[in-house]
């Protein structure tokens, strides 16, 4: 039987357990997750495409069935290279409804055989971006509720050095 592939794309900037419970729930319902780093020069990032990449191959703890990647450009076009027309996504609050329904609309007008699944975020993380994350660890606030250690150390690094 065919694999079941599903991407997961985002900024990951860095990832959250917020991502991870999506991730984790996306593995229940799909053989494979590809998480695909959207590499967007618009968004100013803190950490690096192989940071970010690292920093989610360290918070997976070796599970085969998560490939990580990187993307440019539109998500059509990945998907449709990678062979893995389901695409996740997270739901946090309405604001997220907007832009993810305006954006599966547009992804799916130009690739009819796309589908984006949304899984409503729990109740741990609805408040948890890496947005929020940034802004507490700056300020040397605790973030280690909401990113593996992993993520706390190397958030806490970075501030450091700027
Ligand atoms: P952000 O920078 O806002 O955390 P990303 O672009 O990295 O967002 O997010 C990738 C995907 O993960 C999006 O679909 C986003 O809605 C989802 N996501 C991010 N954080 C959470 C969370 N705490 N709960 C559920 N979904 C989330």
Redesign the pocket.
Known sequence: MKEKVAV??????P?????L??LHRGLELFDKVIVAI?NNIEKKALFTVEERKDLIRKSINGNDNVIIDSFDGLLVDYVKKVNAPFV?????AMS?FEF?FQMASMNRNLNPHMDTLF????KD???????TIKEVAQFNGPVSEFVPEVVALSLKEKFQRK
Do not use: K, Q
Request: proline residues 3%; aromatic residues 18%.
């Open positions: 997961y794309p985002g900024s990951f900037d990832i959250t357990f917020g991502h419970d999506i959207a996740i996504r997270g739901l946090r997220d993810e899984m409503m975020t729990s993380y609805f408040f948890v971006s890496s947005r």
